[in-house]
Each structure stands twice: as structure tokens, then as C-alpha cells.
């Protein structure tokens, strides 16, 4: 049975701008047409998810503006459950994205409506695995492990101080490699950390338990890598897989979504995954 997954988290209208080379400080340079994607790491890993078989509701908050209905558009779309986003005065989240022609980026974030998330706690009980990350308030956060049965998954991103309180109640724990550094290498429950192409690693009680090394792929975008990864990891985790595949099948979907343009449109499905690993291993 495809899992039940709760995403509490943001819902961001995101700009991207394609350029030769990322600016430095003081610095401008030309960008190619600005363009407009549904976005937000909270949403990400919502259709993330969706695409890899799971039966995802998001919960968050979106203005009641024309990014708001673009980003609820785009969830319906891949089969996320919307009922529970809130539409409030704030206006939606914005982020502004800029890709260099190498794939690498720069992400600002101006927050609105992600600061009014809010979640139902009876359809979080229920689910199968839950999913978190950093842009939302902490305060919810917490609330949201304490009314989570199934597993409660936390990607700590953008990277922040995890409260001992919040720690108590995480059972997966999701970074890049530098958060990992700033968090002062965390050794509570299961512990992934990625490393953009390079090899993840997934420790136990500080212990190393399972690896995978990712696809080598020609990257058009690695924004909304990192969201994918976690989607997938957390379907296949929740149906019962063991790390070690959950991580390989996390990693393929990770590189699949590079191909692309846009956090949400190159999101690969499960079906496009398996494929992948089957043309991969012949």
C-alpha cells in the first residue's frame, strides 16, 4: 500500500534566473529572462514525494494572490492533497533563484505566508511519515513531532540550532554535508547526509549504517536536488525499505531532477526512477 505522507512546511513562488556566472559581492551581471516556478521546500518535497507513489497532504499557508494560486495549482497537479493550505493577507513566500550556467545557485528567500503554516493534528497522527524543514517557525515545528505516530522526518534547512526539546522528537534527521558541520555533527536517531554529486551517508547513533553513491548526470539545475532527495527517501523508508535502498533510490531521483529547469518540473516518478536504476545496472 503507497504510503501516508504529511508535509508541513513552505509554499514559495520562486524566480528564476539563468546567468553565466554567480555574482559576487558587489557585483552584476546579465541574467537570461526571468521565469516563474512553484517552489518552496515544504511543497518540493510534497510533489516529491506524490511523483514517488506516496499519498501526500500538504499543510502550510499561501496568499490570496496570483503566486499562491500558481504554487496550489502545481501541487494539485502532481497529485498532492491541498485542502488544509491556509490563504491569508500575507502575501505568498517568494524566493529569488539564481542558476548559474554550471548548475550551482544562489537562493534568497523573503518570507510572507510560510510564517502563518499551521497543521491539523489528527491527519498528522495518521500518517505514515512526516515531513519538516526549517522554513517555517520552530514553534510549529515541534508541535508538529509531538502529534506525529509515524515517522517524523526533519530536514534542517535553510540550517538552524535544533533545540533539545525538537531533537527528542525527530527519528530522521536529513542535512546536506554543511549543515551537518554547523549542527556540530548530530548523532540522535537516523542521521543522511548528502553531498551534492558526491556519496550520502547514513549514520545510526553516530555509526555508519548505509552509503550510496549518486548517478553521475550532465546537470542543467541542481535547485530542488536536495527537496527530491528527501521526497523519495522518505516514500520508499515509510513502505518498508531498507536504508541502504531507500538512499539509492533517493540518490537517482536526486540526479533525475537535475535535468531540468525548475525545483518542481523535473521531479522524476517513481516509474522514471525504476527505469533509471534498471538502464544503470545492464
Known amino acids: 500500500m503507497k504510503p501516508q505522507i504529511a508535509v508541513v512546511g513552505s509554499i514559495n513562488a520562486d524566480l528564476v534566473l539563468q546567468m553565466p556566472k554567480l555574482p559576487g559581492r558587489g557585483e552584476t551581471v546579465s541574467s537570461a529572462e526571468p521565469k516563474w516556478f512553484p517552489g ?32 496550489l495549482a502545481a501541487l494539485a497537479q502532481s497529485g498532492v492533497n491541498t485542502d488544509s493550505v491556509l490563504k491569508v493577507a500575507s502575501p505568498t513566500s517568494t524566493a529569488v533563484v539564481m542558476v548559474e550556467d554550471t548548475g550551482e545557485n544562489q537562493i534568497v528567500v523573503a518570507d510572507g505566508a510560510n510564517q502563518h503554516a499551521t497543521f491539523d493534528a489528527a491527519q498528522i497522527s495518521a500518517a505514515d511519515a512526516v515531513l519538516v524543514q526549517f522554513e517555517i517557525p520552530e514553534s510549529v515545528i515541534i508541535e508538529v513531532g509531538k502529534a506525529a505516530n509515524g515517522i517524523f522526518c526533519v530536514n534542517a534547512a535553510p540550517v538552524r540550532e535544533i533545540s533539545k526539546e525538537l531533537a527528542e522528537l525527530i527519528d530522521v534527521l536529513i542535512v546536506n554535508e554543511h549543515e551537518f558541520a554547523q549542527l556540530g555533527n548530530p548523532a540522535f536517531g537516523l542521521v543522511i547526509v548528502t553531498a551534492g554529486s558526491n556519496e550520502v551517508v547514513a549514520y545510526q547513533g553516530g555509526e555508519v549504517v548505509a552509503k550510496s553513491a549518486p548517478p553521475k548526470v550532465e546537470a542543467l539545475d541542481t535547485v530542488g536536488a536536495g527537496d527530491t532527495f528527501v521526497g523519495a527517501f522518505i516514500v520508499s523508508y515509510a513502505s518498508g525499505q531498507s536504508v541502504a535502498d531507500s538512499l539509492e533510490r533517493a540518490c537517482a531521483a536526486s540526479a533525475l531532477s537535475t535535468l531540468k529547469l525548475g525545483a518542481q518540473s523535473g521531479m522524476p516518478t517513481s516509474d522514471e526512477v525504476d527505469q533509471f536504476l534498471q538502464s544503470s545496472k545492464n
Open 40 to 71: 518552496g521546500k515544504g511543497a518540493n518535497q510534497a510533489v516529491a514525494a506524490a511523483r514517488m507513489g506516496g499519498r501526500v497532504s500538504m499543510f502550510g499557508a499561501v496568499g490570496d494572490d496570483e503566486p499562491g494560486q500558481m504554487c
